[in-house]
Every structure is written in C-alpha cells, then in structure tokens.
C-alpha cells in the first residue's frame, strides 16, 4: 500500500482485490481483467478513485474527481504515474484476458481459406 497527498491529507492507495470489490459492492462499478488491455485518461482517474478506496471505501468518485480537478497539472501528473505503476501489475493479466475473450479470426489462422493450418497434423 502507498500513501498520496490528495483531499488536504494523507490517504492509502491501492489497486488491489479489495479496493475493487469495493468499487463493486459498494459502488455498483464492475472492472473486467480484460479492461486493462485498453485504457483512456479517464480510466485512469477511475483507478485513482478504485486505489482511495482502501482509505475510505465510502469516498465518492465525484469527490475524488473534484480533487483532482482543483490541483496542479504537476501534482495530477504525479498522481498519474502512481496509478500506472499500480495498473501495471493488472495490465499483463488484462491483455490475456482480452486475448482469450477475443481469439483471431479464422481467416487469420488460415482455418476457413482452404489453406493448412501450422497447427495441421499431415498435409494431404
């Protein structure tokens, strides 16, 4: 767990299990593995808001999002680069994720073209 300046005090952060069952339960906000594979900078201020919750699990993202709306561009970049690093360890889990979810496409494959398949046992 980390610790961030944010709201007028020092707060606990973490992207982890708990923070986002919390998210889920509490906050009705349900994050798929497979959605790290494709973030916005929006998602990243979701996750700043996720992260805070191991601090307080009844802190609301409009709250989170007035913090970060009334600080430095400096700090909010800081902020930032805390909640990629904690992303990163979710991001490799994410991209296998998508990929089971959405496998290439047969043609890809050479499955539907008529042609053999690397994957064919004998040619005939």
Request: glycine share 10%.
């Amino acid at each position: 767990m980390s610790k961030i300046e944010i709201g007028g005090k020092q707060r606990d952060f973490s992207l982890d299990l708990y923070t986002f069952r919390v998210a889920e339960r509490r906050h009705n906000v349900r994050i798929k593995a497979s959605d790290f594979g494709d973030m916005g900078m929006g998602d990243l201020a979701l996750y700043l808001w996720i992260g805070l919750l191991a601090d307080d699990p009844t802190l609301s993202e409009d709250k989170v999002l007035g913090w970060i709306r009334n600080v430095e561009p400096k700090t909010q970049q800081s902020w930032l680069e805390m909640v990629v690093d904690a992303v990163g360890s979710f991001g490799q889990l994410g991209e296998e994720v998508a990929e089971a979810e959405n496998p290439p496409m047969a043609e890809e494959n050479g499955l539907s073209t008529g042609k053999k398949s690397a994957l064919s046992p004998t040619e005939s």
